[in-house]
């Protein structure tokens, strides 16, 4: 009888919990932007002392600037093999609530140029990823 209780709490608590999975595999985790390449100009930036990151898990990115000159962001995507959607971008503001982004000049410090981009991935590994839009090259270290 004690045995039976003990199934039953078990199963009770397996089935309480729901697990989510994330199947982002190596984009997952936190990235450094190290430096960002205009396109039309072919001008190199190097970005690595800026402190700017991108933090993947689930669905959601955080952009983030870890010296606090740009304001952080979070914004929903969705990725292939091949390409980066990001979209629905909202300044964090945890005490009165998040605000929808209205003005894209906030996303550019984060290579960004737009509420609804995609960037083609045309490297992915664990340790360094480069994505490109219509506007920038940018590189990322993981950490």
Not at 56 to 72: A, C, T
Request: net charge negative.
């Amino acid at each position: 009888m004690k045995r039976f209780f003990i199934y039953i709490i078990m199963c009770m608590g397996l089935t309480a919990c729901d697990v989510e999975f994330s199947d982002n595999g190596d984009l997952d985790g936190f990235w450094q932007l190290s430096q960002v390449d205009t396109i039309q100009t072919g001008k190199m930036g190097d970005f690595l002392d800026k402190g700017l990151t991108w933090a993947f898990q689930g669905k959601i990115l955080e952009v983030r600037d870890v010296q606090k000159v740009h304001q952080d962001i979070i914004l929903s995507f969705s990725h292939t093999d091949h390409t980066l959607r990001v979209y629905s971008p909202y300044l964090v503001d945890r005490e009165n609530d998040d605000l929808r982004i209205e003005d894209q000049e906030l996303l550019k410090p984060y290579g960004i140029s737009m509420p609804e981009e995609s960037f083609a991935i045309k490297e992915l590994k664990s340790d360094k990823m480069i994505l490109e839009s219509g506007m920038f090259r940018l590189y990322f270290l993981k950490y």
